[in-house]
């Protein structure tokens, strides 16, 4: 997926270094990562980056959370993300930091994102198991039934544990329309892969 990034994001990147000092830019970039990857909102304030101009820093600053981000999320390769801000002007010495950032700290920006909860979760494990309605001593009546017990999960990134996403129960009918529904799925996006 080829990334694409609002002219005001780019803006505020193209001024790191330019319009906002070498130095400054800097600061702004090793804060704005701070931003990213703190699950508090109350990152300690660096006044230096706002002294001379609030409106550009606060913009930049934006400008790189929003390029992080994004980047993160498509899992953007860094060799292309620096072709992408080359292309966009973005200073040659920014360009680099901002790179470097980025491929120094991607392991902990995906696993911020995934603590965001901003995108539906992946299920990597299923574990399923039959229930049998069957007659016993103390009741006459059965229905002689099947029935699924289904839990879908994943493994935890942090700790390796199973957490649990769905749990449902389900007939045979049932769990054969489910499949057959999951089939037609993988039909679909195979059609538009080609």
Known sequence: MSL????????????????????????????????????????????DIYAANADKAK????????????????C????AL????????????????????????RKELTIRQLQLGSDFPHITDVQWRIMA????????????ELNFHVNLGRYNESNGARETIVEFVCSTE???????KLKEIER?????AN
């Open 59 to 74: 913009l930049s600053e934006y400008a790189v959370v929003s390029l992080l981000v994004v980047a993160t999320k498509h």
């Open 4 to 47: 694409k990034l609002s002219d005001s994001v780019l803006k505020g990147l193209q001024q790191l270094g330019t319009e906002i000092s070498m130095d400054i830019s800097k600061k702004l970039i090793t804060n704005s990562l701070k931003h990213t990857l703190s699950p508090e909102s109350s990152v300690p304030s660096v006044p």
């Open 76 to 79: 953007y390769e860094a060799t």
């Open 133 to 144: 309605d069957v007659r016993s001593s103390t009741s006459d009546c059965s229905s002689g």
């Open 82 to 105: 620096r072709t992408y801000l080359e292309k966009n002007e973005v200073q040659p010495i920014i360009l680099e930091e901002l790179v470097t950032t980025y491929e120094n700290h």
């Open 188 to 192: 679909h996006c195979e059609k538009v």
């Open 174 to 180: 049932e769990l054969q329309l489910l499949i057959n």
